[in-house]
């Protein structure tokens, strides 16, 4: 299985990326930081580190350095897989990189405009300029999958504000663009399909709560709902299931989390437990009930 996964150097994409290599997957780990230059985000993560960690997991990790917002990067990018494997499988879009770019419960007039517009590159073109690019390759063989990354579902986003209107459209826009290319992708038996992951444990969101991987419930007493949160892993897992399921058509279009596909599959987060944090949001967040977290993992 040749894969491409486009923002893997940390967070939701390496964990995708290493979960690939897992399967026996060559994974193609795109991103803008390595050991020899850091992207604006300046993160110490590279994807270099994710190949390696795609390779011990039993797969071919293989870091290119591109940015995706440049055409003929990632024109450079499909022609060498093409060179190399003459074959796509699956393509993931989780590039990203817009942390520092939004500004939260700030209305659309205050916002800096330079940084929503970025913004909206960032997570929306250059999903476009590489599915352009790389779907001819993928198309060339039957039953290929497209995976794009996003932040709540359709169905959760379309009836609640995102605390930015760049943000919002920059997410739900993400979502739509899985349902359009499932369109395009039917006649050659491809899937594509809208993939969030729940509270995520990011290499920056534990640098953000002051605490590790290891150490990660100490920030529950700040922020209970993190009590349901889930590491890159499970998302992971998630794109595995969907990459080696023979019946996977029937995901295409939708926009599913990573916690619904864990139920469907039998694959569980590092720990073995099942984060649902979108249906505590829903059922315990958004309402003020009292429950114990332990029962939405």
Same mark, same amino acid.
């Given at each position: 299985?040749?894969?491409?996964?486009?923002?893997?150097?940390?967070?939701?994409?390496?964990?995708?990326?290493?979960?690939?290599?897992?399967?026996?997957? &060559? !994974?193609?780990?795109?991103?803008?930081?390595?050991?020899? @230059?850091?992207? #604006?985000?300046?993160?110490?993560?590279?994807?270099?580190?994710?190949?390696?960690?795609?390779?011990?997991?039993?797969?071919?990790?293989? +870091?290119?350095?591109?940015?995706?917002?440049?055409?003929? @990067?990632?024109?450079?990018? !499909? #022609?060498?897989?093409? @060179?190399?494997?003459?074959?796509?499988?699956?393509?993931?879009?989780?590039?990203?990189?817009?942390?520092?770019?939004?500004?939260?419960?700030?209305?659309?007039?205050?916002?800096?405009?330079?940084?929503?517009?970025?913004?909206?590159?960032?997570?929306?073109?250059?999903?476009?300029? &590489?599915?352009?690019?790389?779907?001819?390759?993928?198309?060339?063989?039957?039953?290929?999958? !497209?995976?794009?990354?996003?932040?709540?579902?359709?169905?959760?986003?379309?009836?609640?504000?995102?605390?930015?209107?760049?943000?919002?459209?920059?997410?739900?826009?993400?979502?739509?663009?899985?349902?359009?290319?499932?369109?395009?992708?039917?006649?050659?038996?491809?899937?594509?399909?809208?993939? &969030?992951?729940?509270?995520?444990?990011?290499?920056?969101?534990?640098?953000?709560?002051?605490?590790? #991987?290891? &150490?990660?419930?100490?920030?529950?007493?700040?922020?209970?709902?993190? +009590?349901?949160? #889930?590491?890159?892993?499970?998302?992971?897992? +998630?794109?595995?299931?969907?990459?080696?399921?023979?019946?996977?058509?029937?995901?295409?279009?939708?926009?599913?989390?990573?916690?619904?596909?864990?139920?469907?599959?039998?694959?569980?987060?590092?720990?073995?437990?099942?984060?649902?944090?979108?249906?505590?949001?829903?059922?315990?967040?958004?309402?003020? +009930?009292?429950?114990?977290?332990?029962?939405?993992?």
């Amino acid at each position: 299985m040749i894969t491409l996964v486009a923002g893997a150097t940390r967070g939701t994409g390496r964990g995708i990326a290493v979960a690939l290599g897992a399967a026996g997957a &060559t !994974v193609y780990c795109t991103g803008r930081t390595t050991r020899d @230059q850091r992207s #604006e985000m300046n993160r110490p993560e590279t994807i270099e580190e994710t190949a390696e960690l795609v390779t011990a997991a039993g797969g071919t990790g293989i +870091a290119v350095r591109v940015d995706h917002l440049d055409p003929a @990067q990632v024109k450079a990018l !499909v #022609e060498r897989i093409d @060179q190399e494997q003459g074959r796509l499988d699956v393509l993931v879009n989780d590039v990203w990189g817009a942390d520092a770019l939004w500004e939260w419960t700030t209305p659309v007039w205050k916002h800096d405009l330079d940084n929503g517009l970025k913004l909206l590159r960032l997570a929306v073109d250059t999903h476009l300029i &590489t599915s352009h690019h790389a779907l001819p390759l993928l198309i060339r063989n039957k039953g290929g999958l !497209v995976v794009e990354v996003t932040d709540g579902t359709w169905e959760f986003n379309a009836t609640r504000y995102r605390e930015s209107i760049f943000y919002d459209l920059a997410k739900m826009a993400v979502n739509r663009l899985a349902y359009a290319q499932a369109q395009e992708l039917r006649e050659y038996d491809g899937a594509a399909v809208a993939l &969030t992951p729940g509270f995520l444990r990011s290499e920056s969101m534990l640098e953000h709560f002051g605490v590790t #991987e290891a &150490t990660w419930r100490d920030a529950v007493a700040h922020q209970p709902t993190f +009590a349901v949160s #889930e590491t890159p892993a499970f998302a992971g897992r +998630a794109v595995a299931a969907l990459a080696t399921d023979p019946d996977r058509m029937r995901w295409s279009g939708k926009s599913v989390d990573s916690g619904t596909l864990a139920k469907e599959y039998g694959f569980t987060d590092v720990d073995g437990s099942r984060p649902d944090v979108w249906r505590y949001i829903v059922e315990v967040e958004e309402t003020g +009930a009292r429950a114990d977290p332990l029962d939405y993992r």
